[in-house]
């Protein structure tokens, strides 16, 4: 599978549909959601091409998740809590078994902290940690941030995991 990027509309609307973008980076896109022209930033795909930043704000702090749909984990739980009683409740061991699966084959995208465009396919290095709490809280809020920690030099591409 090729690298490919999904941006979300800079005028905010979550449910507009993501525009697609493959690599190699152009210097700009159009937006599906609203026709304007929107800069990225080919400059954060690196030589290998990893990531050390987002290629389309160009914020240098990324995170890592599954990319697995929520629903469809959240239906098999309530499935298995549905069926619980008339399974003498192994319906639930069943879920956790399906849910290790899922979890261990689903594969890995990078998100931005700041416009939350989706990066999936790269390389996996330099690997950007999971979500931290304070990484948001700092971007969000600024100097009211209570829990917000300084920025690190060059972002999170190569950062050990959130100590929480």
């Known amino acids: 599978m090729s690298a490919r990027v999904l941006l979300r ?17 152009p210097d700009a896109v159009r937006c599906t959601h609203c026709g304007d022209v929107h800069a990225l930033a080919p400059a954060s795909v690196n030589a290998q091409g ?16 599954k990319d697995f749909p929520r ?21 639930l061991g069943v879920a956790a078994l399906v849910d290790a699966l899922l979890y261990h ?5 990078v998100l931005c902290y700041v416009c939350r ?3 999936r396919g790269f390389p996996p290095t330099p690997k950007h940690p999971r ?11 600024g100097d009211r941030a209570v829990m917000g920690k300084p920025m690190r030099q060059g972002g999170t591409a190569g950062a050990p995991e959130p100590e929480h």
């Not at 509309?9 to 980076?25: F, K, L, M, N, Y």
């Open 131 to 141: 979500f931290d709490r304070e990484i948001e809280e700092r971007l969000k809020f």
């Open 9 to 25: 509309c800079p005028r905010g609307d979550e449910a507009a549909s993501p525009t697609p973008v493959t690599v190699p980076i």
């Open 105 to 109: 084959f689903a594969p890995n995208v």
């Open 71 to 91: 629903s469809l984990g959240i239906a098999i739980v309530v499935l298995a809590a549905v069926l619980a009683p008339f399974t003498y409740y192994a319906s």
């Open 117 to 119: 465009s989706e990066h």
């Open 50 to 65: 990893g990531l050390q930043g987002c290629t389309a704000c160009g914020h240098p702090e990324l995170y890592t998740q």
